[in-house]
């Protein structure tokens, strides 16, 4: 009896760790596949975003460090991750105001490099960021490549084939040279996609100081007679230019007066004769 009794003791502990060995395991197992699962979306990748960066600034200076700080920006872009697109300067002519303008495009990282470089140049009158998301356009214009190029894989495919007829042939070529210049064009938008999202747009507008700003009251005086003079000037241009664009029709228009006074008159001088009395004649 106490035999079994142990034995029966036994196999009931037995049991009973079996047991809590098999919740153990199965609750391991539990929070390893969640940890797993949260781990999946913990680091699921966030969609990427494609945000075309474009700045505009205005840089002030003065007359004579206009080039130079044209010339200066355009060799600092350089010597980053940066090209120059176009840029242009005017210098001055009569009464025009010198300026100039630089196009850039540079990497986000150089940004900051590029800005702060630029504010050395003179003063920032005006910054402005624009930010356009291009997500939309570059997702479906990568959806369009990845179809037209299986669809020209499969065309060459076809155009392989030795049982293919020389219609068939002729209408595969003409599908495959289309499908192929669809591809192309997509492409090249990509490509334009790209070099708008990869990179920053900065365009730099250089302008000289007003310098009647700072100027005393005679040379304020100075200024206000030499627009004086440019406004006369421009008054004159134009009354001879109406003078002169007059002078043809001139030819026309005074015979044309004059021939209607003369009819005028001889109207008149009718009605003057037909209004006097009839004048009776007496006997001697």
């Not at 609750?27 to 999946?40: D, H, I, V």
């Not at 001889?266 to 004048?279: D, E, H, S, Y």
Request: proline share 4%; aromatic share 6%; net charge positive.
């Amino acid at each position: 009896m106490n035999r079994k009794f142990v034995i029966l003791i036994f196999v009931a502990l037995a049991s009973a760790l079996a047991g809590c060995s098999f919740n153990k395991t199965a609750s391991m197992t539990a929070r390893a596949g969640s940890a797993m699962t949260l781990g999946t979306y913990a680091y699921a990748a966030p969609p990427q975003r494609y945000i075309a960066e474009r700045h505009k600034l205005e840089v002030t200076t003065s007359e004579s460090e206009l080039q130079k700080s044209w010339e200066s920006a355009a060799s600092f872009c350089g010597t980053i991750q940066c090209e120059v697109l176009s840029s242009s300067i005017a210098t001055r002519v009569g009464n025009s105001v010198p300026s100039g303008v630089i196009s850039l495009r540079v990497t986000p990282d150089d940004l900051k490099k590029l800005l702060a470089y630029v504010e050395k140049l003179g003063k920032i009158a005006q910054h402005t960021t624009e930010r356009e998301d291009k997500t939309t356009v570059v997702v479906d214009t990568e959806a369009k490549i990845k179809n037209l190029t299986s669809f020209r894989d499969n065309l060459r495919a076809m155009l392989a084939k030795p049982s293919a007829t020389v219609k068939d042939l002729v209408e595969i070529q003409k599908q495959l040279t289309e499908t192929q210049s669809e591809l192309d064009s997509e492409t090249a938008h990509r490509k334009i996609l790209a070099n708008e999202t990869e990179k920053v747009a900065v365009e730099i507008s250089f302008r000289v100081e007003n310098p009647s700003r700072n100027a005393g009251g005679l040379a304020q005086i100075w200024t206000a007679l030499q627009e004086s003079g440019s406004i006369l000037a421009d008054s004159t241009t134009s009354l001879i230019t109406t003078i002169v664009a007059v002078i043809p029709w001139l030819t026309l228009i005074v015979p044309g007066i004059w021939l209607l006074a003369k009819v005028w008159r001889k109207i008149k001088l009718r009605r003057n004769r037909t209004a006097l009395p009839p004048t009776s004649v007496t006997a001697s």
